[in-house]
């Protein structure tokens, strides 16, 4: 069926560092991918999106990359804070769809 | 502008109780998309209210339902609550164009317990 799933569910970066978090997803009509970002006890919040006919998306500090060949897409945090501990999802739509199909997520701890 | 509020935040319930969810979206937005969270499933879509109308629902049974008002803000109501109903609850609005591309934002969700 129809999934979002994360490589790794946990990743732990130097204050600091780069991080990269994965996501690949298997339903090739999915059009629209987001990411967001859940502190504990708080709803998911929003990062960035990137639509299907775009294959890299920057906002500040984060980047989203999508390569539909291998269903792959990324997430990329610059400079990373402590503020950034969080578990990140990746989330996909299909076509003319609102449903949100959501990845396992990845736990980020910042390391200082 | 004011974000997604969902009322209660904590809600502590017997199981054969029944509940219901409050969910008020951003101000514009039509579509109001309502997600079970917990730790075993994670994030899995319940169902979707656009103008009023379930546009889309997911796998729960029928003890799961909702539904939206003129004015865009959306309940759910879980009946014969079960032990394993225990979870988030988040509600997640959007303009609802149905074009795929909108952009979802969540509220902080309600807490159930069931004991």
């Known amino acids: 069926g129809e999934s979002v799933g994360l490589h790794l569910p946990t990743l732990s970066v130097q204050e600091g560092d780069n991080s990269i978090i994965n996501c690949a997803y298997s339903n090739s009509a999915s059009d629209y991918f987001i990411w967001y970002k859940q502190e504990s006890g708080k709803g998911p919040q929003f990062i960035i999106d990137i639509r299907s006919n775009m294959d890299k998306r920057q906002g500040q500090r984060v980047t989203v990359l999508l390569n539909k060949t291998v269903k792959h897409l990324s997430l990329q945090i610059a400079a990373t804070q402590p503020g950034d501990s969080a578990v990140y999802f990746c989330?996909?739509?299909?076509?003319?769809?609102?449903?949100?199909?959501f990845g396992t997520g990845t736990r980020l701890t910042i390391i200082p | 502008k004011a974000g997604v509020t969902q009322t209660p935040r904590y809600l502590i319930k017997t199981r054969g109780q029944q509940v219901t969810l409050s969910c008020s979206p951003i101000?514009?937005?039509?579509?109001v998309s309502w997600y079970q969270q917990t730790p075993g499933q994670g994030l899995q879509f319940l169902f979707e209210?656009?103008?009023?109308?379930?546009?889309n629902k997911g796998n729960f049974p029928g003890r799961f339902s909702g539904r939206q008002f003129s004015n865009s803000r959306s309940e759910m109501n879980v009946s014969t609550l079960e032990l394993g109903d225990s979870a988030l609850y988040l509600c997640a609005s959007s303009l609802g164009g149905g074009l795929g591309g909108t952009e979802a934002f969540f509220g902080q969700g309600t807490r159930l317990t069931v004991v």
């Open positions: 209210y656009f103008s009023e109308t379930q546009r």
């Open positions: 989330a996909d739509k299909g076509l003319l769809n609102e449903k949100l199909t």
């Open positions: 101000s514009g937005h039509r579509s």
